[in-house]
Each structure stands twice: as structure tokens, then as C-alpha cells.
């Protein structure tokens, strides 16, 4: 499995992406089966070392803008991304999964959380910190051995 997380670390909340691979990096390790990915603000440049990796499955973790509070963490089909504000990449992220999914057989799961604050120079937001920490304690109580 791939972990691509996605954000500008200068846009608040924008930069949850880039602090979960910071947090998620070191507790996987050199894992076999999981792979962290921090693909920032560029994330199509990443794909080959994604397609080197033959996962059966990506995780993207990024900031969506669906309506919530900030903090909000949901599950998206790719499906439904048409239907959410994903605005911050060079490349829309629908283009990306179908680019990838086109000489790969994987299967996408987008993990959205609701940005606050999304302006140049801000921090994470409190309720998005708090989302994170969650984010990290769901993947050491259920994936990671210690």
C-alpha cells in the first residue's frame, strides 16, 4: 500500500498532507507492505515512484473542502471527487488517479479532512492538529507494530 499525502505546508491547513507523512514516516519504517509518500504541493511528480512500488492500493490523505467543520475527516470514492473543492494542486486530483489507474491495477481511497484556515503564512488549525493526531493513533492501534 501507498500513504500519498498531499499540501502546502505554507497554507495552514493546507499543510496536514506533508505533517501526517512527517508523523506516519518514521512509525512504518521500512515496512514492505506500506509505503509513506509526501507528495507536498506536486504531487504528479511522484508517480513513478509509485508505479515502482506496484501497490495494490493508495491512500490519499489531502485537504478537502467539503462544507464541515474544520477537523472533519471523511472517507471520498473517487467517484464523488467532482462533487468537493480540491483546488491547491497543478494537477486536479481526478487526472492524477486516472493517470494512475490507467497502467495500474489499484484501487484509490481518499481520506478528506476539512481545512479552516487555508492562507499563505498561516499554521494548522487546532481542530485540523487534533484530526491528524487521531489519523496517526488510528494507523498505531490498527497497522503498525511497535
Do not use: W
Amino acid at each position: 500500500m501507498i500513504i500519498l499525502t498531499m499540501g502546502n505546508e505554507l497554507r495552514g491547513d493546507d499543510g496536514l498532507g506533508p505533517c501526517i507523512a512527517q508523523k506516519l514516516s518514521p512509525l512504518i519504517g521500512d515496512s514492505p507492505s506500506t509505503v509513506v509518500i509526501d507528495g507536498g504541493a506536486v504531487p504528479e511528480n511522484f508517480t513513478g515512484a509509485i508505479r515502482k512500488e506496484k501497490p495494490s492500493h493508495i491512500l490519499i490523505i489531502d485537504a478537502v473542502d467539503m462544507g464541515e467543520l474544520p477537523g472533519h475527516i471523511r472517507i471520498i470514492k473517487t467517484e464523488e471527487i467532482a462533487n468537493y473543492n480540491i483546488s491547491t494542486h497543478a494537477m486536479p486530483l481526478s487526472f492524477l488517479i486516472k493517470y494512475m489507474q490507467s497502467d495500474m491495477d489499484v484501487e484509490v481511497v481518499i481520506l478528506g479532512l476539512q481545512p479552516g484556515k487555508m492562507e499563505i503564512g498561516s499554521k494548522i488549525s487546532k481542530e485540523v492538529k487534533k484530526s491528524i493526531d487521531n489519523i496517526i493513533n488510528f494507523f498505531k492501534s490498527n497497522y503498525l507494530v511497535n
